[in-house]
C-alpha cells in the first residue's frame, strides 16, 4: 500500500515537473517575443532620429557650397521643408503611399493616418515616423539645386507638392507593401533596399526639372555659354555636412530594416565601403582630369557613393559594394560636367550626386544581386523601375515649377539675386558682424 502511494506521488510529481517545465518555456517565448519586438521599435526610431539628422548635413552642405549672403535663406528653407513637408505627409502623403491599394498605382485610405487604429496596428507610429524622414530627404534634395535663385514662397510650394505628392506615389508603386499598400513595380521584383531610386532618383529629377525652369544663377555662365565657376563660401562647413551625412546613413541604410536583426551589420559594412571608394575615386577622377584633387567633388564622390549603396546596400557583397561606390565616384565627376557642359546650373550637384548615382546604384542591385548575379530578367526590372521614376517625376515636378512660376513666381528678380536671399527675403544675414560680398 506504502509502495502504491509512493509510486503515485512520484508519478504526479513527475507530470506537475513537465507542466511547469513546459508553462516556463512558454512564457520565456511570450518574454522572447516581446523583447524583440520592443528591440524592433527602438531601432526603428533611432534610425529614424538619424535620418532627422541627415536635415542638419544637407543645410550644411548647402550652405557651404554657396555663397555666405544666401546663408541664412538656406538654413530657413531646410528647416521649413521639413515642418512643413511632414504635416504634408501626414495629411496626404502617407495614404497615398501606404494606404489600401487595388490597382498597385496609389493607396486611397489612411489620410491624416484616419482610417488606421493604433489599437489595432500598434507599428503604425514607429512606422510613419521612420519613413517621414525619408520624404524630407526626397524634399530636400531639390533644395540644393534650386539654391540663391528661388522665391521663398515658391519654395515652400513645391516642399508641399513634392512630399505630399510626388514622392509619394513612386514610393507606394515600389514600397507599398510594406505597411497596407500594394505596388506594382514591388510586384515585378524591383530592387530598391533603401531608396536608390525611391528617395534619391525622386529628389535628383525633381531637382533637375527645378534648375531647368529656374535658369542658371546671374554670372555663372558668359555669354558664349562657358561656365564661370562660383564657389561656396565655407568649404569645412560642407565638410561637416558630408560628415553628418554619412552619419546618418547608417540610419538610412540599415535602418531600412525596420528590426533589430543581424542584417544591419552587412548593411553597415557595405555603405562603409561604398562611400569610401565613391570619395577615393571621385579624388583620383578630378586629379587625373584637372591636375589637382579636388575636394569639393571628393565629398560629393562620398555622397554619391552612399546614394548608389542604398539599393543594394542588403543584397550585395562586400567586393561589389567598393564596385558601386567605385563607379557612382567617377560617375558623378562627369556628369557634373555634362550637365554643366548643356548649361544647366546645379550649385551643390544635387542632380548628379542624387539622380544620376540613384539610377546607378538601382541598376547595380540588380547587376550584382549576390543571390541571382547578372541575371537579366532582374535588370530589365531595375530598368523599368529607373524609368518609370523618371517619366513619372521629371514631367510632374516640370508642370509643378512652371505653374508656380507663372502664379506665384518662383525666381526672385535680378536685383534681389544679386543683393543675396538673406536680406531681400527675410531681411536678416547669416553673418551680421562679417562682410559679404554681392557677385
Known sequence: MKKEKLLRALVSAFFISIFIVTKSFAQDDVVAEDVQKNADYIWTLLAAFLVFFMQAGFAMVESGFTRAKNAANIILKNLMDFSLGS???WAIGFGLMFGVS???WVGTTGFFLSDFSVDKDPWLFAFWMFQVVFAATATTIVSGAVAERTKFIGYLAYSVV???IIYPVFGGWAWGSLFKGSGWLENLGFIDFAGSTVVHSVGGWAALAGAIVLGP???????NGSPLPIPGHNLPLAALGVFILWFGWYGFNAGSTTAASSDIALIAVTTTLSASAGAAFAMITTWIKFGKPDTAISLNGALAGLVGITAGCSNISPFFAIITGIVSGVLVVHADLFFER?????PVGAVSVHGVA???GTLAAGLFNSADMFNMK????????????FLWVFPTAFIMFKLIDKTIGLRVSPQEEVQGLDYSEHGSTAYPNFTTTNI
Do not use: H, M, N, P
Request: net charge positive; proline share 0%.
Open 342 to 346: 548643356i548649361g544647366i546650373d546645379d
Open 358 to 360: 540613384g539610377a546607378w
Open 162 to 164: 513634392i512630399s505630399a
Open 378 to 389: 532582374i535588370v530589365g526590372v531595375q530598368l523599368i523601375g529607373i524609368s518609370a521614376a
Open 102 to 104: 487595388e490597382t498597385g
Open 87 to 89: 504635416i504634408a505627409y
Open 217 to 223: 544663377r546671374i554670372g555663372r555662365f558668359r555669354k
